[in-house]
């Protein structure tokens, strides 16, 4: 494998601008956002050269490596802390970078009236190197330690404000539920560990085939159990729609276009283990069945616009996990989805940005309305956006949705029609509430403070919007023209035997997405499109509108099977703490205490007393004597 | 005459000696009580020896009253220092182990 | 038979002055009536056949361990510690009562062990002579405890310098140091130092104490062990005023 010792730069470039923000304090507030920018942005050129370079090569020399040091030498086990990046990993590089870098040129302007604008670029940068650690780490501890950094970056990002209880609260939420999902990455690493003897991607990929059925679905399904924590796939979603607190730029860049997909890289990346363990396989493609209807749901009931937006992401997260659990066919697909996904919903979230900027940050669609008459960039790059995830041809959703929902309907047998069937559903939701956010907030009667109209946002804003909106349109046709992507990824995976049965013909699937699509924006349209929309929502609705408003009951659900029991848990521990380790630990100091204080009154401190107690305890053995020998 | 004889004054000595530990006060009278008490259980060795025939009884004695004098030197030295210190010799007055 | 005249006569004497060492009210007193006991018990040993012991008995303990005792009373002087009245409630009965059971309990003992045959005797083992015979056991069988006690002996001594050394924090003050002091502190009537005993008075043993112009005792022109004590005589009586002072002519 080919050795380029500059990959290093690549993470290097904005740790080092994370570390010099936050050090330099008030200093740095002039510049700092700046810095933090050029820095993303030269990263991003070093992996376009990476990636150029690579086009230059034959398709088995592309991947690069570079060993940093040798981090953990104990006996037989040996890790380095390496970077590896690959064609998996470069597509990664260039979105986390490309895209980071137009959020940080929008979070320029986004952010400037916010005093700590400085610390929010640290941690922005601070999330670029790791998010880049996470996909160039050429072992699962490397990339741990990338998850964790991005955990930490989220966290920190969320609660930005956390000034507000209800944003730390939200930020500990996606913490917590973070943690969980990262138990199961280290239970992950500790078996292949334990059955193996190597953690890194390599090694793990060379022992995979000697490795019993059972190690790994068991490796599969704790991978899986990280991935739905950082992706907010079912059944740890819950903490998405609460990290929409942190500023409108994070929730495009982390939590729409890069680190919640980290989940759908870490089973593509390990797709040598899914692809050995049919039942974690399986049940990927369940989890990505459950979230796509799930968060599609959510999205239906949604007036918060971020919200809405944060249920569509986490819908099409699912259709990414579900096209990862179809085997070799769909990880090209996934990524595919991925990379058009990073493109146009960054680039409505963006969108939603702008209209929060130019409303004073309402984020409730039903007090917009029509206000695309005086934010015309914003809602064109936003309809962009919208056609593309509705999968309106020929923009980037339909190479990509299409192509999921394509290769869901060929994986065989009753499986295929029902997954199928699924995302085509998913589809029509999707078309159903993006329509509906597109209809309240840009369309319709104003409902607004009209004495303070809504102004479009400033250049800084509108420029990655608009190339946003650009990749929304190109991106799907540039990746899927001659099938680019499929063959630029194909040697990672194992060779893969064309599509499976084809029940129908492309075209007809293609047709029937199509329809559903069109059904779903016309019952949006008939919905909301016609007549005035209430500024309040109405209360007087089904209960199935109510659960879904209350995000299909999940918190509800965590709350009363885990959080309440947990803290009554805690409660009773502590109570066992305090009584009985505690209490013994006192008792026996207490007993001390006691038996030395009554012990003391026979102390009197004078030597002669002593020694007639000699003299007394003399008399009694010699007292003994002359008893036993009476 | 009877050896035993020895005995009885030995143990009358000694009994002596140790009432004087626990009655009196200055640090010097109860070191001679003490070095009564030593000297009592050396006539009881002496006698054994004599009863026993044999001059072990005699050899130990010569032992006690080498680490008597020892003790008698270190003792002796404490009581001044002592002295020095707190300006008495009454063993009552160094009571602070008390507190 | 002169055996048990020694005894009868020494054994009682000598119980009688052990009694006397806990009633007399000075150390220096019990001290003398501690040496006679040991004086006793060194008759007591050569009268059993241990020559060699009576005769360290006599060196070490009469000699060498009271002299210590004497010369660390001197050091140490008298004070309320002499005082036999008891401090602690209830110490002396129970001590006493608990000594007597002891001591009779002893005795009832010992008049109830029975050896079962005649004391042997030391004839047999002081053939060679007592020294000879002790010399024999001390270098054979018990050469190592010997050691270990001459080791102990060493250590002692080398604990008592320790014990008795003291550390001068300040330089030994000199005469001039001492002079200055005595100007600059106290009075000045201390200046030219304390009065001598005996001064004015007509009896000027170092137990009298000085008289002042107006007749009355200086306690300061007595030492201080002295006063302590109680040694200080009325020197009242030997004032110069009480003593008929006329001239008489010679005739």
């Known amino acids: 494998m080919l050795v380029n010792n500059g990959l290093v730069y690549l993470i290097a470039l904005p740790l080092f601008g994370a570390a010099l923000l936050l050090l330099s304090g008030r200093r740095a507030d002039r510049w700092g956002h700046l810095l933090a920018t050029a820095l993303s942005g030269m990263s991003f050129i070093l992996g376009a050269v990476q990636f150029y370079q690579m086009l230059g090569r034959s398709p088995e020399n592309r991947a690069v490596s570079q060993k940093l040091f040798s981090w953990i030498s104990v006996g037989s086990f040996n890790i380095d802390a390496g970077l590896l990046v690959d064609q998996l990993s ?100 500790m078996i292949a560990f334990a059955t193996m003897g190597t953690v890194s991607f390599s090694g793990v990929k060379e022992a995979a085939e000697g490795t019993s059925q059972g190690a790994l679905t068991a490796i599969g399904i704790m991978l899986l159990l990280a991935a739905t924590g950082k992706s907010a796939q079912f059944p740890l979603q819950a903490w998405l729609g609460d990290a929409m607190a942190g500023p409108t730029p994070v929730s495009a860049l982390i939590h729409a276009a890069t680190m919640v997909t980290a989940g759908v890289y870490l089973i593509t990346r390990s797709n040598f283990i899914f692809d050995a363990a049919p039942t974690a396989q399986l049940l990927v493609v369940i989890v990505g069945a459950i979230t796509l209807l799930f968060g599609a749901i959510i999205g239906t009931a949604k007036d918060d616009i971020k919200k809405a937006l944060a249920a569509s992401t986490m819908s099409q997260i699912g259709y990414m996990v579900l096209a990862t659990g179809l085997g070799p066919v769909g990880y090209a697909f996934a990524i595919m989805h991925l990379l058009t996904h990073g493109f146009f919903k960054a680039g409505m979230f963006l969108g939603a940005g702008s209209v929060m900027h130019g409303t004073g940050d309402e984020v409730n669609m039903r007090k917009f309305g029509g206000i695309r008459h005086f934010m015309p960039i914003t809602f064109a790059t936003f309809g962009l956006g ?60 104003p409902r607004y403070d009209i004495n303070h109209p809504p102004h479009e946002s400033s250049f800084l804003m509108l420029l990655p919007m608009g190339i946003l909106a650009i990749g929304s349109v ?16 194909e040697p990672l995976f194992e060779a893969h035997e064309g599509h499976g049965k084809e029940i129908l013909p492309p075209v007809v699937i293609s047709l029937m997405a199509l329809a559903v699509v069109i059904i779903g924006a016309a019952i949006a349209w008939f919905k909301y499109g016609r007549g005035t929309v209430a500024d309040t929502a109405p209360t007087d609705v089904s209960i199935f509108t109510r659960i879904a408003r209350r995000d299909l009951l999940q918190d509800d659900f965590n709350e009363s099977v885990f959080m309440r029991p947990g803290q009554a848990l805690t409660r009773l521990l502590v109570k066992t703490d305090d009584v009985v380790v505690d209490g013994t630990v006192r008792g026996v100091a207490a007993a001390a205490l006691a038996s030395g204080s009554s012990l003391r009154s026979t102390q009197t401190g004078f030597v002669r007393s002593y020694a007639a107690l000699i003299v007394i305890g ?12 009476l | 005459m009877n050896p035993t004889n020895y005995l009885y004054i030995s143990a009358l000595l000694f009994t002596i000696g140790a009432i004087g530990v626990v009655v009196r006060r200055n640090a010097i009278v109860v070191f001679m009580c003490i070095e009564l008490m030593l000297n009592a259980a050396n006539l009881s060795f002496v006698t054994f020896a004599r009863i026993n025939g044999n001059l072990d009884g005699q050899v130990v004695a010569f032992f006690t009253m080498v680490v008597a004098a020892c003790e008698v030197v270190v003792g002796l030295a404490i009581i001044v220092t002592i002295y020095r210190s707190r300006r008495s010799a009454s063993v009552d007055d160094a009571s602070l182990l008390k507190r | 038979m002169p055996e048990s005249v020694l005894f009868w006569i020494m054994g009682p004497l000598a119980v009688v002055a052990a009694v006397g060492m806990l009633l007399v009210k000075k150390a220096v007193h019990s001290a003398l009536l501690l040496a006679w006991v040991m004086v006793t018990l060194a008759f007591f040993y050569i009268a059993q056949g241990a020559l060699f012991l009576g005769i360290v008995q006599v060196v070490v303990y009469t000699g060498a361990v009271m002299m210590l005792f004497l010369f660390i009373l001197m050091l140490v002087g008298v004070d309320a510690a002499d005082s036999l009245t008891e401090t602690i409630r209830g110490l002396r009965p129970i001590a006493i009562t608990a000594a007597i059971g002891f001591g009779g309990l002893m005795v009832s003992l010992i008049s109830r062990a029975t050896l079962g045959r005649e004391p042997v005797g030391l004839d047999a083992a002081n053939a060679a002579g007592n020294v ?11 050469v190592w405890p010997f050691e270990v006690v001459s080791a102990l002996l060493i250590t002692a001594a080398l604990g008592a310098m320790v014990l008795a050394h003291r550390q001068r924090e300040v330089a030994r003050p000199s005469q001039r140091d001492l002079s200055e002091q005595r100007f600059r502190s106290g009075s000045l009537a201390t200046a030219a130092g304390l009065p001598g005993p005996g001064v004015f008075a007509r009896h000027n043993a170092v137990d009298v104490p000085a008289l002042l112009p107006d007749g009355s005792a200086a306690p300061a022109s007595i030492s201080e062990t002295l006063r302590t004590r109680g040694d200080m005589i009325d020197s009242s009586e030997f004032q110069l005023d009480q003593v008929n002072t006329e001239v008489r002519e010679e005739k």
Not at chain 1, 158 to 167: L, S, T, V
């Open chain 1, 90 to 189: 470069i597509c990664f590089v260039l979105l986390i970078t490309g895209v980071g870098t137009l959020i940080h040129i929008y979070s320029i302007a986004y952010m400037d009236h916010d005093k700590d604008r400085r610390r929010f670029f640290a941690y922005l940068n601070f999330f670029i190197a790791a998010m880049l650690l996470l996909v160039m780490g050429d072992s699962y501890l490397n990339l741990y330690v990338g998850w964790e950094g991005v955990g930490l970056a989220s966290y920190l990002l969320i609660g930005f404000w956390n000034h507000k209880p209800a944003y730390a609260t939200a930020s500990k939420k996606a913490f917590i539920a973070n943690r969980v999902g990262d138990m199961g990455l280290s239970f992950a690493i």
């Open chain 1, 386 to 445: 919208y056609l593309a995830i509705l999968g309106v041809p020929p923009f980037a959703g339909f190479y990509s949705k299409d192509k999921i929902i394509e290769t869901a309907f060929y994986a065989g047998g009753i499986k295929g029609i029902l997954i199928g069937s699924v995302a085509l559903f998913g589809a029509a939701l999707t078309a159903f509430y993006m329509s509906r956010v597109m209809i309240l907030t840009f369309a319709g009667t």
């Open chain 1, 474 to 489: 190109a991106s799907g046709f540039l990746l899927a023209r001659g099938e680019a992507l499929v063959h630029w990824l």
């Open chain 1, 618 to 629: 003399a008399v009694v053995l010699i007292a003994a004597i002359w008893a036993v020998t």
């Open chain 3, 132 to 142: 000879q015979g002790l010399a024999q056991l001390l270098f054979s069988t018990y």
